[in-house]
């Protein structure tokens, strides 16, 4: 597993590695002069790199070579997540990351019991970057500062498949529903928090073509319905497999 | 979602709460005398009660039906997990169990990096009580002590599917895998530690009929892998649906 970085693109073959990449390459990884490491720019493609020099602040790298990754999924899946209580919602993030998630929306609705300053925004965007580089992605997935419920039902429109969990959901079950969607290439998946959603907003995300489901007869806490939904998304879509995707 | 109580089986009526789930019910529920919960013995059913006395160390409730719970899977899932560092077995603990398993076996194998006294057996039984409880089950799952990897070997006859995630697997993946699998009913996942398996220990595990899997290209953290692969395998084998299962 090699080291990874993320730094800004750069066209120069000469690379520069300050703050906190320089810190990581460091103190963390404990990386050598003649070691090679790869280094990202967030597009999607790994620079394989030498490191030529290490001084306090910063480190030079030579770029030998640049392949795409493999790693990322083709499809592309948005979490709308209803804030959870207290920091489930790092749980939440670093699985999702993991599992190939590419953007968190995180929102508040009707019942949920978090305020909007609880969602520690930045702290996410940590934890996915250090999500990322440990499961070998090319790109951070996106963490979105928090929205309302409201705002987030008009930008439904840009996904062609839209899978909403709700307790009350009788009648279809997840494994129906994603058998019934073709391959939808983005697709977005809204979880509730703790309180779920009220009726109003089932029937308002249903107007905007989601597909709500029931995820069967054990009630599963937020986090767990979210790192189980994103897991079975990926698994019916094909993208739990190794090699060009 | 009704209160829900574990204690051993009696014929009697008249049932007598005490100690941890006395406790339950008065500090931590606040149950009020005449409200109803449900009083399970661990064997699947819900005797639905009425609380007639709250005493300080104990409580009276009188049972006034019972039925089959149908929250539990009609399959049998054991997730054998090498115990991976820190606590992150109590989170696969809780997720699991909300999840659907049937039983845990922690185990230590060859690159695992935890000792045997690390696993903490009674917390993570605490633990697997209370999502019992908070999802709804009627069986609260077992959590076996901590076994070598040599002694589950043998018990691998006992199932009939073993799924074993395994890094180098290059082959098969978990969908074509699960796909070609005839809804078993004894189902065995084996989830490797942080240092993964041994070519020896893989082996070892095929000789026994384990199918070896990969999850794909992004390097799943082993408490991801738990998590995923029983929420994929409950999503394959149709154990996320509502009612009569």
Do not use: W
Request: with cysteine.
């Amino acid at each position: 597993m090699s080291k990874r970085f993320f730094i800004q693109y750069t066209d120069d073959d000469t690379i520069l590695l300050q703050g906190q990449e320089h810190h990581h390459l460091v103190n963390v990884t404990r990386a050598q002069i003649g070691e090679q490491v790869i280094v990202c720019f967030n597009d999607g493609y790994d620079n394989i790199c030498e490191i030529i020099e290490i001084k306090k602040n910063h480190a030079i790298l030579k770029r030998l070579s640049r392949q795409k990754n493999n790693n990322e999924t083709d499809i592309d899946v948005t979490l709308f997540q209803a804030a959870p209580k207290g920091d489930k919602i790092e749980l939440i993030t670093q699985k999702c990351v993991e599992l190939g998630i590419k953007s968190i929306v995180p929102f508040l609705s009707q019942f949920t019991q978090t305020k909007e300053s609880s969602v520690k925004t930045e702290r996410l965007r940590k934890i996915a970057q250090e999500a990322a580089k440990q499961c070998g992605r090319a790109i951070v997935p996106e963490i979105e500062n928090t929205s309302k419920f409201s705002d987030i039902l008009p930008r439904l429109k840009d996904y062609d498949y839209i899978l909403m969990p709700y307790e009350l959901e009788d009648q279809t079950d997840i494994k129906t529903a994603l058998k019934a969607a073709t391959y939808p290439k983005m697709i977005a998946i809204i979880i509730g928090s703790e309180g779920g959603f009220s009726q109003e907003e089932v029937n308002q995300a249903k107007e905007q073509n989601a597909q709500t489901v029931t995820l069967g007869a054990r009630i599963l806490r937020t986090e767990t319905a979210a790192i189980s939904v994103v897991s079975i998304v990926m698994y019916q879509f094909d993208q739990l497999k190794k090699g060009e995707q």
